[in-house]
């Protein structure tokens, strides 16, 4: 069955150094890989889309990689800071873009 | 533009009661996507409606669940004879209707809690 796979464990970093979060599939060949954040007690908030014919995707400190082969999707914050503090989520379009499968996401603590 | 909006916020129903989620989409959206999300884990898809039609209860639990969008007013989610296990956060998402939808926006969420 499709599965997407995140990072379950928490990702500790200091503030200015870069984060990066992994994101892996199966069985499933995507056209398009979104990354959204979501903060406690609140609802995912699109960040940025990356289609299969494209490598590499920036969007201001954000930058996403989508490798078909690997079936691997990179997600990078550079320069962190505190507020960049929240759980990113992975998701996929299944069925005919009407639905989305999302990953358990992993949440980043950037430290001062 | 304000965004998707649902209510109530939270929500507590004992075993056995109905629990009722709304969702307004966004301004000019016509498609309407639940997801559930249980603790510690990720989204889950419910259901895909657009005005007046389901178009994709793939993961709509077979019984107790039902989801509806009229012509006029909100989206419902509607849960009847709750158990402990429906205790999740439901959210609502909206994407305008165009043949393919790159982003859907979500709602704040219903907290819902069984006792």
């Known amino acids: 069955s499709q599965k997407i796979e995140q990072n379950s464990e928490a990702l500790n970093i200091q503030e200015g150094k870069t984060a990066t979060l992994t994101c892996n599939y199966t069985?499933?060949?995507?056209?398009?890989l979104q990354w959204y954040r979501q903060d406690p007690g609140r609802g995912p908030v699109f960040l940025l889309l990356?289609?299969?014919?494209?490598k590499e995707k920036r969007k201001e400190r954000l930058k996403v990689t989508f490798d078909t082969t690997l079936k691997q999707s990179l997600f990078h914050i550079t320069a962190s800071q505190p507020a960049d503090s929240a759980t990113y989520l992975c998701?996929?379009?299944?069925?005919?873009?009407?639905?989305?499968?999302f990953g358990a996401g992993t949440r980043l603590a950037v430290h001062p | 533009n304000a965004g998707v909006m649902q209510n109530p916020r939270h929500l507590v129903r004992r075993r056995g009661q109905e629990a009722r989620l709304r969702c307004s989409p966004m301004?000019?959206?016509?498609?309407v996507y639940w997801y559930r999300q249980l603790p510690e884990e990720g989204l889950k898809f419910m259901v895909y409606?657009?005005?007046?039609?389901?178009?994709?209860e793939s993961g709509m639990p077979k019984e107790r669940f039902s989801a509806e969008f009229p012509k006029e007013g909100p989206s419902i989610l509607r849960i009847q004879q709750v158990v402990r296990g429906d205790s999740a956060a439901y959210f609502c998402?909206?994407?305008?209707?165009?043949?393919?939808?790159?982003?859907?926006?979500f709602g704040p969420g219903t907290r819902l809690t069984v006792l």
């Open positions: 069985n499933y060949s995507p056209a398009y």
């Open positions: 998402a909206s994407s305008p209707p165009t043949s393919l939808t790159d982003t859907q926006y």
């Open positions: 409606l657009q005005k007046e039609n389901i178009i994709d």
């Open positions: 301004k000019g959206h016509s498609h």
């Open positions: 998701a996929l379009f299944s069925g005919g873009y009407n639905k989305l499968i």
């Open positions: 990356i289609r299969e014919n494209e």
